[in-house]
């Protein structure tokens, strides 16, 4: 009964826990935790800051703005917080580094200097103005200058200048360049940037008959209407070299640079007594002198465009030189005929700042196509150079030449003469007109605009007949170039004798007092 009893109290403990609610009965198998049990580990962010297992975890220390987390933290150690160091900043808690205060880009300035909690402020600058970036401080585009592409990233560039023959059309600001007009009706400016134009005229240089007396090296004739052309001094000689050996040279050009004076040069002949004896002696050098007016010469030297050689290990010659301004390079160009170890010339350009030094003691090759040429001659429309050029060839006849020793034509793309850029579209002779298969044997061309309607003239030197040029003209440099018109002899007119001539630009004040003097 005993037992009974027992087991009975034992069932009525079961139903009652179950009733209850506990789902299962606990049993133990040793006991009540002790007292030596380790504490539960600090969540993730906190940690034990004093080892007290009766206390709670606390938070790792923020890294504030300016500062960077140098070591994190863990359940039993803090987050450890380092200053930024000089240069440097953070802008956020608990930063993983300081980042690098970078420098303002070009085109923006600095407004605020970098903190160790912010960066540098940059602001973006205006057109007009150049900032160099990092702390420079913005610079307004000078006097004379202008922010040519709307980037104050890039410098400023200096306004177009207005080169004698034009006039300012409106003036430059910071942000807008100054703008040019050509003369009109028949003026011309004398001066850079003019501001207006007077009636002008042309000056003709060109040697004369005599070309072996030192004499004949310089004369002059004028004209207004680009036509009819009167001997200056009665056909005297307006310049006359002395001093330096022979005192001969020859294919004089006369160019107006752009700040208003001049500048002569020609083919250096001092070291020749005569025709024949040039051939023994041929110079890589040319003259150069300087002149205000036409009237007075000034510094008259030698210099040296090459060292190339020639045929028989002679010094390449330097003929007929002509000047023009590079707008690209800002350099002036000189062009001139050289020939090779085989004797075959070709079109060089050297270029120089002053008429002093040459930039490139090398030439480049201007124009090559394929056969000897000399004399070349440029004009310039439609933003593009026109080069006029004698076939040096003296053939029976191809496809490639015609027979030579007469005037061809060639065209560049830009205004820039950089070298093997003219392309000679058509095979045809300016100077043979219709009739391509007969020679005329002429040389030494130069061109000229009327500036009062949209007609060139071509002139060219009859070389065989001593003295005596012919005239033809076009309204379209692009035509056929055998499609030029030749003037009958009595629609215009030369001094006798005339050879290998030249025209420059002059404005009437100019030519009257160098009709005066002479």
């Not at 300012?168 to 360049?177: F, I, K, M, N």
């Amino acid at each position: 009964m005993a037992r009974s009893g027992s087991s009975s109290r034992a069932r009525f403990l079961v139903a009652l826990l179950w009733t209850s609610g506990c789902s299962d009965p606990v049993t133990t198998t040793g006991g009540d935790a002790g007292p030596d049990a380790a504490p539960p580990a600090c969540s993730e962010g906190t940690w034990d800051h004093d080892g007290e297992s009766a206390t709670s975890c606390v938070a790792w220390t923020g890294c504030t703005a300016g500062t960077f987390v140098s070591a994190e933290g863990s359940p039993t150690a803090d987050r450890r917080c380092t200053a930024c160091p000089e240069g440097t900043f953070s802008d956020s808690m608990n930063a993983p580094s300081c980042r690098m205060h970078a420098s303002c880009a070009p085109g923006t300035r600095q407004t605020a200097p970098g903190t160790s909690t912010t960066p540098a402020q940059c602001d973006a600058c205006p057109p007009g103005t150049y900032c160099a970036g990092g702390t420079a401080a913005l610079i307004d585009c000078a006097d004379g200058t202008w922010d040519d592409d709307a980037d104050p990233a890039t410098t400023c560039v200096a306004w177009t200048d207005c080169v004698p023959g034009e006039l300012v059309g409106t003036e430059g600001s910071s942000t807008t360049d100054r703008s040019c007009l050509e003369c009109t009706n028949g003026e011309h400016s004398a001066t850079m940037n003019a501001t207006s134009c007077s009636p002008g005229a042309w000056v003709l240089s060109y040697f004369g008959p005599h070309q072996d007396v030192p004499s004949d090296s310089l004369h002059l004739a004028y004209s207004t209407d680009g036509l009819h052309w009167s001997a200056v001094a009665d056909g005297r000689p307006a310049y006359q070299l002395t001093g330096m050996g022979t005192n001969h040279i020859r294919d004089p050009f006369l160019f107006r640079k752009n700040d208003g004076t001049y500048v002569y040069i020609a083919t250096d002949w001092t070291l020749s007594n005569n025709d024949s004896n040039y051939w023994n002696n041929p110079s890589s050098k040319i003259f150069v002198a300087d002149s205000t007016d036409l009237i007075t010469f000034t510094s008259p030297r030698l210099i040296t465009l090459t060292n190339l050689q020639g045929p028989s290990a002679t010094p390449m010659h330097a003929w007929a030189p002509e000047a023009y301004y590079d707008p690209d390079r800002k350099l002036y160009a000189i062009i001139w005929s050289g020939n090779d170890a085989t004797g075959a010339n070709r079109i060089y350009v050297s270029y120089t700042e002053d008429f002093v030094t040459i930039v490139n003691p090398t030439p480049d090759v201007l124009f090559d196509p394929g056969y000897s040429v000399i004399d070349a001659t440029i004009t310039q429309w439609n933003d593009r150079n026109y080069l006029f050029f004698k076939d040096e060839t003296d053939s029976s006849g191809s496809a490639l030449t015609g027979s030579g020793k007469d005037i061809q034509i060639a065209r560049s793309s830009t205004l820039a003469l950089d070298p093997a850029t003219f392309t000679r579209w058509s095979p045809d002779y300016i100077t043979r007109g219709s009739t391509q298969s007969r020679r005329r044997a002429t040389e030494g061309p130069f061109v000229i605009k009327d500036p009062r309607q949209n007609r060139w003239y071509l002139f060219a030197d009859y070389y065989l007949n001593g003295g005596v040029f012919g005239c033809w003209s076009t309204t379209d440099l692009d035509a056929d170039p055998g499609s030029w018109t030749e003037l009958p002899s009595e629609q215009y007119r030369f001094p006798s004798g005339v050879r290998h001539a030249n025209a420059v630009r002059v404005t009437q004040a100019e030519l009257d007092a160098i009709i005066a003097h002479y």
